[in-house]
């Protein structure tokens, strides 16, 4: 009986010590505002690094999420970014590019290390021991993927990267359509939170009606559970097939996100004179977001 007190013990203590580390690494995705795509690029071959910068602190915004697909040596460039983002207090995500955004289907994968999940994992959990700004890392369109991302692939890869640090968070993209009971019963217990694209999927699917975010928010919720942080995804830049947005919609997403989620993303970041209502917008929202928190 000693011997059973004492293994129980230390699966208790397991336990908690998970549960412990699941809360710190959803710590850093509440409250997030920001903006998620990539630096503007320069003839040098190199992001405009100031200029993002700049903007991210304009707008007042505490995250960026890069996304790796369009240049070779963007994974050097996230290097440089990740220590003067932290000297401006400013967390940083990075999503990779899952096999339907990719050769043969795209013409560039995540590089350098493609659709090697496990190696990513490892990877960028060592950055983030040194960087610890980088808190988060996504895969886009996952819910598209599932027959790739097995739960099996997610909980290997997910161990990889929790052995090296605790910490690192994984929140892949998820869709409403795909966010069902099953969903939840097979992934949910490998996430560590959502990022959930809005694009009134409970009425068709399109980019012109931002009036079901709270209901759709509520919905993931009520499925995926209250302690699962739901990032919303706004579309300020034009989808492939959905079109393009208006100013007034992305207010309208952005305030009601603002209200209901646990956190708001831009797609993409907004250029402020190329973009400029939808950037100064933006800017206005999330400035009057920070004075309230």
């Known amino acids: 009986m000693h011997f059973l007190n004492i293994f129980l013990f230390c699966i208790l203590c397991l336990t908690a010590q998970a549960a412990d580390d699941a809360g710190l690494r959803r710590e850093p995705l509440r409250n997030c505002i920001g903006t998620y795509g990539r630096p503007a690029w320069m003839t040098n071959e190199h992001a405009d690094l100031p200029k993002l910068l700049s903007e991210l602190e304009d707008i007042r915004a505490d995250t960026f999420h890069w996304a790796i697909h369009a240049y070779t040596n963007e994974w050097d460039e996230?290097?440089?970014?990740?220590?003067?983002?932290?000297?401006?207090?400013?967390?940083?995500?990075?999503?990779?590019?899952?096999?339907s955004e990719s050769p043969p289907h795209l013409k560039m994968y995540s590089e350098p290390f493609h659709l090697d999940f496990e190696r990513w994992a490892v990877e960028i959990a060592k950055l983030s021991l040194k960087e610890t700004n980088l808190?988060?890392?996504?895969?886009?369109?996952?819910?598209?993927?599932?027959?790739?991302?097995?739960?099996?692939?997610?909980?290997?890869?997910?161990?990889?990267?929790?052995?090296?640090?605790?910490?690192?968070?994984?929140?892949?993209?998820?869709?409403f359509k795909s966010i069902n009971p099953a969903f939840a019963k097979n992934y949910g217990p490998l996430l560590d939170g959502v990022l959930f694209p809005y694009r009134d999927e409970s009425s068709g699917a399109n980019l012109k009606n931002p009036d079901h975010v709270d209901a759709e928010i509520k919905t993931v919720r009520d499925l995926l559970g209250s302690q699962m942080p739901i990032i919303l995804d706004v579309y300020a830049t034009a989808h492939s097939r959905l079109g393009a947005t208006t100013a007034d919609y992305v207010e309208k997403a952005v305030a009601s996100g603002l209200r209901s989620a646990d956190g708001v993303l831009i797609y993409k970041h907004q250029d402020p004179k190329a973009n400029a209502v939808k950037y100064q917008i933006i800017r206005r929202l999330f400035r009057e977001h920070r004075e309230k928190h």
């Open 135 to 175: 808190v988060a890392w996504s895969v886009d369109d996952f819910t598209h993927n599932l027959k790739f991302f097995t739960p099996e692939y997610v909980a290997r890869f997910q161990k990889a990267a929790h052995q090296i640090n605790p910490r690192l968070a994984f929140i892949p993209c998820c869709y």
């Open 78 to 99: 996230i290097k440089t970014f990740l220590p003067l983002a932290r000297a401006r207090k400013i967390k940083v995500w990075i999503t990779l590019m899952p096999p």
